[in-house]
């Protein structure tokens, strides 16, 4: 089964959320491609399908709070995969946007009967959708998407008994995206100092030399600035490390 996702610098965006107050201190880095990969084809191995995709919503809008939320088609598989990976629907629309509404899983084998159906995509890359099994991913209380199938294998009907399973798979997803999450957290943590957001010396020691073999092979010019504050050790000794971190961030 051939699988379309995102690359992991157009994944990055798209996880990039809250983390979870009670994560562990360390969590192992997860490819997030691969893990997306992944859940699709167990999906696929519980509910044999003609073609699956992943959807999540976009942060950036979810914090906007606007009623222009869209969500993204982050990872495919079937016969149009290539085609709509990366592509965006209004969270509104379809049963897919039905489901991330009201949190509440949708099964038709009939679609084109279905109320919430849409047929644009259809009509779009002349596919015919005659089934769907969809239930929402949620990271704690909050939905960020769903997980859906099209078209039963064996042009068999999808049974509640395999809607409740499916169910089951997406909460236990759900733990697995969020430790996704935390890590791509608290690797981005570990490179930044909290108090001015700037790269620290551990981001500086790990990207420099980068960037020297990067413009030694294109023969680019590299700048490196350096800058100094007079007297900052006074600022310290006299009103206390608060107070010049607090400058430093000024």
């Not at 039905?98 to 099964?107: A, K, L, Q, T």
């Not at 943590?189 to 909290?194: A, K, N």
């Not at 092979?217 to 006299?238: C, E, P, Q, V």
């Amino acid at each position: 089964m051939e699988i379309s996702c995102l690359s992991p610098e157009e994944l990055s965006p798209i996880l990039d959320r809250k983390r979870n107050p009670g994560a562990a201190r360390y969590i192992p880095n997860i490819p997030l491609k691969a893990l997306l990969t992944n859940i699709l084809e167990k999906a696929n191995d519980f509910v044999p399908s003609e073609a699956g995709s992943i959807l999540l919503d976009d942060p950036l809008q979810k914090r906007g709070d606007t009623d222009l939320q869209e969500l993204v088609f982050v990872c495919c598989f079937g016969p149009t995969a290539g085609r709509i990976v990366g592509e965006r629907i209004p969270a509104d629309s379809g049963i897919a946007g039905n489901v991330y509404r009201s949190g509440v899983s949708i099964m038709t084998n009939n679609s084109y009967e279905c109320p919430d159906f849409s047929d644009s995509y259809d009509r779009k890359l002349g596919y015919r959708t005659q089934s769907v099994l969809c239930v929402t991913i949620r990271i704690g209380n909050s939905i960020c998407g769903v997980i859906e199938l099209l078209n039963k294998q064996g042009r068999q009907d999808y049974e509640n008994s395999e809607k409740g399973l499916l169910e089951i798979f997406a909460q236990y997803i759900s733990s697995t995206i969020q430790n996704a999450i935390d890590a791509k957290k608290i690797e981005k943590m570990v490179r930044m100092d909290d108090r001015t957001g700037l790269g620290n010396d551990r981001y500086l020691h790990e990207r420099l030399p980068v960037e020297v073999e990067h413009h030694t092979r294109s023969r680019d010019h590299l700048s490196i600035i350096f800058l100094d504050l007079d007297g900052f050790k006074s600022i310290n000794d006299t009103y206390g490390h608060m107070a010049g971190s607090n400058t430093l961030a000024e």
